[in-house]
C-alpha cells in the first residue's frame, strides 16, 4: 500500500477503532509503537480528535502484518 491522504484518509472514529483491533496490541503496546499516549487513542476512538494520516496509515500496516 502506498500512503496517499488525498484518496485514503478516513479519520472517522469506527474505522480507526476497527484497524486498532486488527493491530491486535494492547493500547499501551500500540501507543509505545506509535510514540503516542493511551489518551490520544482514546480520542481516537471517541472521535474528539481527528487521527493524523500518517499514523492512520502506520495502523493499516500494523494491522495488515
Given at each position: 500500500?502506498?500512503?496517499?491522504?488525498?484518496?485514503?484518509?478516513?479519520?472517522?472514529?469506527?474505522?480507526?477503532?476497527?484497524?486498532i483491533?486488527?493491530?491486535?496490541?494492547?493500547r499501551?503496546?500500540?501507543?509505545?509503537?506509535?510514540?503516542?499516549?493511551?489518551?490520544?487513542?482514546?480520542?481516537?476512538?471517541?472521535?474528539?480528535?481527528?487521527?493524523?494520516?500518517?499514523?492512520?496509515?502506520?495502523?493499516?500496516?500494523?494491522?495488515?502484518t
Amino acid at each position: 500500500m502506498r500512503p496517499d491522504a488525498e484518496k485514503h484518509y478516513n479519520p472517522d472514529p469506527a474505522y480507526i477503532g476497527e484497524l486498532i483491533i486488527n493491530t491486535e496490541m494492547t493500547r499501551d503496546e500500540l501507543a509505545a509503537k506509535l510514540g503516542v499516549t493511551d489518551r490520544s487513542i482514546r480520542h481516537w476512538i471517541a472521535g474528539t480528535k481527528k487521527v493524523a494520516y500518517t499514523t492512520q496509515y502506520a495502523l493499516e500496516n500494523l494491522g495488515s502484518t
